[in-house]
């Protein structure tokens, strides 16, 4: 895991067809630095999404494991079936976040609505993707 230390580990779970309203876990003014955390999807099925303001749409996050700046707006869409994810709060290690900040890809250093994919080392910009080596 990209953590010197792990903190919390939350199971966030939705019944069928309940939804995650959107919401964004922090106002970006008043919390200016980004939650440390990962999260485990283990079916891929739970269909997080960022919202885009800008567009005016959802951009799902398609991955198993992934890291997002909580402080933007996101949400849960409905599905006829029981989802779950596992968040892990934890410390980032250095290498980590200054592999994040050097390419200037997280959401809260500049770029509206982007996610890191861990498995797949693929960092998501709303409607493109860009590779980095983890």
């Known amino acids: 895991m990209p953590f010197t230390e792990v903190g919390r580990c939350i199971l966030l779970g939705l019944e069928a067809n309940d939804h995650g309203t959107v919401h964004r876990d ?8 980004i939650d440390h955390f990962i999260v485990f999807c283990p079916r891929k099925n739970k269909r997080l999404f960022l919202w885009d303001e800008e567009a005016r749409r959802r951009h799902f996050i398609n991955s198993q494991i992934y890291w997002f700046n909580d402080s933007d707006y996101h949400g849960v869409a409905a599905d006829h079936f029981f989802r779950y994810s ?14 994040s900040r050097s390419a200037d890809y997280a959401s809260g250093l500049g770029i509206p609505c982007a996610v890191r994919d861990l498995r797949n080392a693929t960092i998501w910009r709303c409607s493109s ?5 983890m």
């Open 129 to 133: 993707a860009l590779s980095m080596n």
């Open 86 to 99: 596992i968040r892990v709060d934890g410390y980032s290690r250095p290498d980590f976040l200054e592999r």
């Open 26 to 33: 922090g106002d970006p003014d008043e919390k200016p630095e």
